[in-house]
């Protein structure tokens, strides 16, 4: 469908072209210039460099950091790395497979730093290199409700697969287990959905 005119698709994303003359900043992509920018960014990013905006996102990040357990190619990573990107979180850990389902990140991963653990241990002797406390996030027993924990403000969130939840051996790794507090007839939330609540609670403290 285009616009009235019929100038270009109005379902588009994103800006067109900019105007000439264009602005004089190096942090602008001139082929983004010229074609548009149809990138899923904030308006502050439009027509800048990749490597631009992750270098204005490093000033800012937050201390937070999000660890997954990647056993089954979960398409809840994919959603669990964009929620890690919009609260410019100080890094994403992968902690298993090597590869993970992409799909879901709708490329925000290329704005993160984002670090592959083959095993927990790995991912425990890096949480200590970098003085951060890992806390799991699963409805087990013995887990304190979310809404009634101050969560560290060096933290690291780790999440399980979507169904199994957190190994026995990733249990035994993290300080601490949160979980969310639910009203209904389901056992669990969706990962994806867990780990979005879970960043929102400890950024109405910290960010």
Known sequence: MTDPDGSEPFDQPGVGPHPEPWPDDPRLDPELLAAGDRRNVIDRYRYWRLDAIVADLDRQRHPLRVAIQNWEHDFNIGSIVRTANAYNVAGVHIVGRRRWNRRGAMVTDRYLQVEHHPTVADLADRMAELDTIMIGVDNLPGSLPLERTE?????????????????????????????????GSTRSIN???????????????WA
Not at 163 to 179: I, K, Q, S, W
Not at 191 to 205: D, P, Q
């Open 191 to 205: 990962a994806g959905a867990a780990a979005a609540i879970a960043m929102y609670h400890w950024a109405l403290r």
């Open 151 to 183: 969560l560290p403000q060096r933290c690291c969130l780790v999440f399980g697969s979507e169904g199994p939840g957190l190994t026995d051996e990733l249990v035994a790794a993290c300080r601490d287990l949160v979980a969310i507090t639910q009203y």
